[in-house]
């Protein structure tokens, strides 16, 4: 069942931030690992030898580190606004052209 989120998901939001650079590494390593894995299962199977394999895999698996220590511990979520907690000031805008309409 996937995440869900309490209330209007915002951006600017710390929490819906952090939330979603998890969900995204946690998506990169998917496809990571299913590219990797079918590359590796067929470069077996066929016995060939691409002496390329070793450089994609190596430096898919360091970008993936550099994307951990980024969400783990350069991003900044702090600087939560309660203004945005409650909706966007897009959605403000649509309730407030709806109370002016006769």
């Known amino acids: 069942m996937p995440p869900r989120w309490p209330r209007q998901p915002d951006r600017r939001d ?36 691409w002496p390329w394999s070793k450089w994609v895999t190596g430096a898919w698996a360091v970008g993936l580190l550099v994307h951990l220590i980024y969400i783990a511990a350069i991003a900044d979520y702090s600087g939560y606004n309660p203004q945005f907690s409650a909706g966007t000031p897009a959605d403000s805008k649509k309730t407030s052209a709806k109370s002016t309409k006769p």
């Open 14 to 49: 710390p929490a819906y931030r952090r939330l979603d650079d998890r969900m995204n590494f946690a998506m990169h390593v998917a496809v990571f690992g299913a590219t990797n894995s079918g590359m590796w299962f067929v470069r077996t199977l066929e016995a060939a030898t």
